[in-house]
């Protein structure tokens, strides 16, 4: 079993929709999560992180945490096509301490 | 330095040879992580850093890849024999406080090795 488990997509959404990107993480004992945006060719940029389970919202973004589903979301409203890119989602382990990623969902917003 | 900074931004080299791929993390952050990512993957974990002693390398693939922080602050990989399959982009990211903190990338070092 992957550490953090993404759907490779890609997924697809018209423009205005809401797009919603999930993950899943198998160290029970995770307490830290994030999600990086990544356009091809760029570097992953860090747009949302998350620590306590329930909503955490930061303008069109929206993360969610289920610790005992063991799960991370995030909610994007109002797609817009700049927001085409791979979404990664991050966890830190318990075990190790290691900040490992997962391989990444493509989003395509389409005009 | 505003950002974190990785040189060279594009790396050949020959099968074989020695490469060292430099970053300078964010000015003030003491955890330092190198990452390696290979096209159509996320990136995979090598080392981290906690000032200037590895705090976690388990993600180094064998003992070729080394990495050294001497001064807390910039640091160097290095891989010895380098391989094709050692060609991906190796990403450096850094934080404040460690494991738990935000961590802001690098633009990456592109690595070919033919």
């Known amino acids: 079993q992957k550490e953090v488990e993404q759907n490779s997509g890609p ?36 747009i949302m992180f998350i620590y306590s389970n329930g909503d955490k919202e930061d303008g069109r973004f929206t993360a969610q945490l289920n610790k005992a589903s063991q799960y991370v979301s995030l ?31 493509i ?3 389409k005009s | 330095g505003a950002g974190v900074s990785q040189t060279p931004s594009n790396k050949v080299t020959e099968k074989g040879k020695y490469v ?27 080392i981290y850093f906690q000032g ?33 399959g050692d060609s991906a982009v190796y990403l450096c990211a850094s934080s404040h406080g460690g494991w738990g903190t935000e961590a802001f990338f690098g633009q990456g070092t592109r690595l070919t090795v033919v």
Do not use: M
């Open chain 2, 52 to 84: 200037t002693g590895a705090a976690d390398d388990s993600g180094l693939p064998n003992d070729r890849f080394f990495a050294v922080r001497p001064e807390g602050s910039v640091s160097t990989l290095k891989i010895q024999r380098t391989e094709r």
């Open chain 2, 20 to 46: 060292e791929l430099r970053c300078d993390p964010i000015s003030g952050h003491t955890a330092l992580y190198w990452y390696r990512q290979s096209l159509g993957q996320g990136p995979e974990f090598l």
């Open chain 1, 11 to 46: 997924l697809s959404v018209p423009e205005g929709a809401i797009a919603s990107l999930n993950c899943t993480y198998s160290d029970r004992g995770s307490q830290s999560f994030f999600w990086y945006r990544q356009y091809s060719g760029k570097s992953p940029e860090l």
């Open chain 1, 75 to 105: 909610l994007i409203r109002d797609s817009q096509p700049s927001d085409s890119a791979t979404y990664l989602c991050a966890v830190i382990l318990v075990r190790g301490n290691k900040l490992v990623f997962g391989a990444g969902t």
């Open chain 1, 107 to 109: 989003l395509r917003v």
